[in-house]
């Protein structure tokens, strides 16, 4: 199949569009984008600076590649970069990077429901969900598989860990371990995600060396720092080591539960 273009878009001709591509009514497309094959664009979308893989969807009045919003940028060439098979509904905002790191970028496989958005200098992995007006300030980084509900707020360089769910209306302004439900203002763990372990495949074993390490992390009062150095002397498996190296990794520190030790400890019991 060719490429489709409706009469009122503006596509400027050093734009790449690959085959099967279909760019709607009142759509603009930049110079300097490249679109990948079989991609679908709704109406009233803008393109700028960016490279959009595959076979995504973009159903109407999305800002891709959008200039950062950050009083430092002053021009600079910086791109927006997403893979393959994603979903981006209305009105959502993609940011380029900014003269920070040049770059933001999202995997495949995700969905950005109406309006939420992405700024500059982020990183999102694959199969990452936002809901309704959610949003990640710069530099923020979401891991593989991760859920944030509606009207979420993520703090600038807040990193959430793989397969870890900000509840709606959550406001995150430490970094979310993998694996946890986070709730509140400012979020917090209140469990574990057993439910999305399971429809992942994760095995009974390896649900039951996170939930170790996340009651020796939490629950066994020690101090954070003891408690990584204690779990890695210990033979965990890579699934479980996972919460150690993001733990380790973090700057703005760690998300910790606010709830009493009891009650999370039959949270994680469940």
Known sequence: ??????????????AELGVDVEIGPYVVIGEDVQIGAGTKIGPHCIFEFCTVGRNNLFTGAACVGMPPQDWSYKGEHTRFTMGDNNVVREAVSLHRGSHATNLTSM???CMLMANSHIGHDCRLGNNVIMVNSSAAAGHVQIGDRATISGLVGIHQFTRIGKFAMISGGGMANQDIIPYVIAQGDRAKPVALNLVGLKRNGF???SIKSIKYVFKT???RGLLLKDAIARLRSENLPPEAALILDFCEASKRGIARPRRTARELETAVND
């Open 107 to 109: 995997g495949s496989d």
């Open 217 to 219: 992390l939490f629950f």
């Open 203 to 205: 095995t009974k074993e």
């Open 1 to 14: 199949m060719a490429t489709k273009i409706h009469s009122t878009a503006v596509v400027h001709p050093k």
